[in-house]
């Protein structure tokens, strides 16, 4: 017997099953539950949060939303998506997109309808995670080449908790599924999906503490089980130039659920994308130089530090290093600079690029080019904003960025090689969740959101379109779920006889 046939008996029964308790797996719930549908949720771990909890909090909201208003900025869904769609291609999902930054204002107010706090403050300097709860970050919108391309808003929108928020987010995401109804099991994991004989997904087939039972959804399955970082297999026959890296991720984002809906023929896309967080300090690189294994600066150093970390993989092998002076090193306050001090230092930029090991003169001349452009307060290079242009005098100091950095409440430094990295890509869904074949129709009965999904994302990606994009497509794939048979009049329990 196929393991995707359904068996004789089913041992439990609900009408919307959600697979994984992340921020979509929650949003999913929520909203399947609020549209009256019997909501289960199964999570192999021992509690929800997965990978969600674990992220710095950043939600990614724009077109005008009351923090914005609050701190002086104008804003709308069409610059909102002019920057997303720089930002995030080539590739970006042009519907999704679209449809996530028309509707990015409510999709702030349901947030804040659960309980989610922001404060009406903006950190305005390069970061990763800010210290304070400031409710509002900038995340490149305000770096070349996306100031010429839409008017810069920040839009990072960050719950009110200082450094990383992942853990309040999820913690009020999940108590508010399970207000409105959901029921939970943990320790449980999917291993493949039942079809009905039409090809349609009535339930699946799931392993607790070595026990092995089959459970009914009558409406359909939701998959947010996460990515496949977690998956060398995987990441060897899709992104290999992931591999070998940190991962980032709770440990479970072992593709489990990409896997088990292309059994049965879905499509995935943008396997190979991944996002890079590079081992440096922002505020570092914004005051002085990032610079290649040839002596060579090779982005905006005060951009989303994300893009300099995918250059960095993607386009120099990681052979990177921020180049600054003791004034540019004393500016950032010392809680801000992680524990990271420079690796090598020297007198001057001839012997600093010897100690390098780069070719000879060649940091020199990158450094009197950089020193003469900056004193005249412009970079027709790379178009640095400037107020971080400042000549860099001797003595002068380097980081390498493979000694790591180690963000706040992390015991052991992460030395690695650099770069930690997560998958971007998915299953195809249609901007409601809906799974697609490989010709393109939906499969009936299965759902898919967060990075479980091929979302918003191109080769691109920005901070908080993780959160933003699981928790609003997690929502529209619930209440499709949830509403599935009721516009055709049909009893939920009207595949029953196909099975």
Request: aromatic residues 8%.
């Amino acid at each position: 017997m196929s393991e995707h046939h359904a068996p004789d008996r089913f041992d439990l029964e609900t009408e919307v099953l959600v697979v994984g308790y992340g921020c979509a797996g929650a949003a999913a719930a929520f909203e399947a539950a609020t549209a009256g549908a019997e909501v289960l949720v199964l999570e192999k771990a021992g509690g929800a949060g997965g990978s969600s909890a674990l992220s710095g909090g950043e939600i990614y909201l724009g077109g005008g939303t009351p923090i914005q208003r609050a701190c002086g900025f104008e804003d709308d869904p069409e610059q909102m998506a002019a920057f997303l769609r720089a930002a995030l291609g080539p590739g970006s999902d042009e519907a999704k997109l679209q449809r996530y930054c028309a509707d990015s204002v409510d999709h702030f107010h349901w947030l804040r309808a659960r309980g989610v706090p922001f404060q009406p403050t903006l950190w305005d300097a390069p970061t990763w995670v800010p210290p304070t709860d400031d409710g509002l970050m900038w995340l490149g919108e305000n770096s070349w080449p996306f100031t010429g391309l839409a008017t810069p808003a920040p839009r990072g929108h960050r719950p009110a908790a200082a450094d990383f928020g992942g853990r309040m987010l999820m913690e009020l995401l999940v108590a508010a599924a399970e207000s409105a109804g959901a029921a939970a099991q943990f320790d449980t994991s999917v291993t493949s999906l039942v079809l009905a004989e039409d090809g349609s997904v009535i339930g699946v087939r799931a392993r607790r503490y070595g026990t092995e039972f089959a459970i009914r959804a009558r409406r359909g399955v939701v998959l947010t089980t996460g990515g496949f970082v977690d998956n060398d297999a995987m990441l060897a026959a899709h992104a290999p130039r992931l591999l070998g890296h940190t991962k980032v991720s709770g440990g479970g984002d072992d593709g489990s659920g990409i896997r088990m809906a292309q059994a049965i023929g879905a499509a995935v896309r943008h396997m190979a994308t991944g996002q890079v967080g590079i081992s440096l300090i922002p505020g570092f690189a914004a005051r002085g130089m990032v610079v290649n294994g040839r002596g060579q600066r090779f982005v905006t150093e005060d951009t989303y530090p994300g893009r300099i970390g995918q250059a960095a993989l993607f386009r120099q092998d990681l052979e990177v290093w921020v180049i600054l002076d003791e004034q540019g090193y004393e500016e950032v306050p010392e809680p801000q600079r992680w524990g990271v001090r420079p690796t090598h230092v020297a007198e001057t930029a001839e012997e600093l690029g010897d100690l390098l090991g780069l070719p000879p003169g060649s940091l020199a001349a990158t450094l009197a080019r950089y020193n003469e452009f900056a004193s005249a307060g412009t970079d027709p290079d790379f178009h640095k904003a400037a107020r971080w242009l400042r000549p860099l005098t001797p003595p002068l100091a380097a980081i390498d960025i493979r000694a790591g950095v180690r963000p706040p409440g992390q015991a052991a430094a992460r030395r690695g090689t650099g770069a930690s990295v997560f998958t971007l890509g998915g299953l195809h869904t249609t901007p409601d969740g809906e799974v697609l074949d490989l010709g393109g129709d939906p499969i009936p009965g299965l759902y898919a959101a967060g990075r479980a999904a091929s979302g918003l994302h191109g080769e691109g990606y920005i901070s908080g379109t993780s959160l933003g994009d699981g928790t609003y497509f997690g929502r529209l794939a619930g209440t499709r779920a949830a509403h599935r048979f009721r516009s055709s009049g049909l009893p939920a329990t009207a595949d029953d006889d196909s099975a």
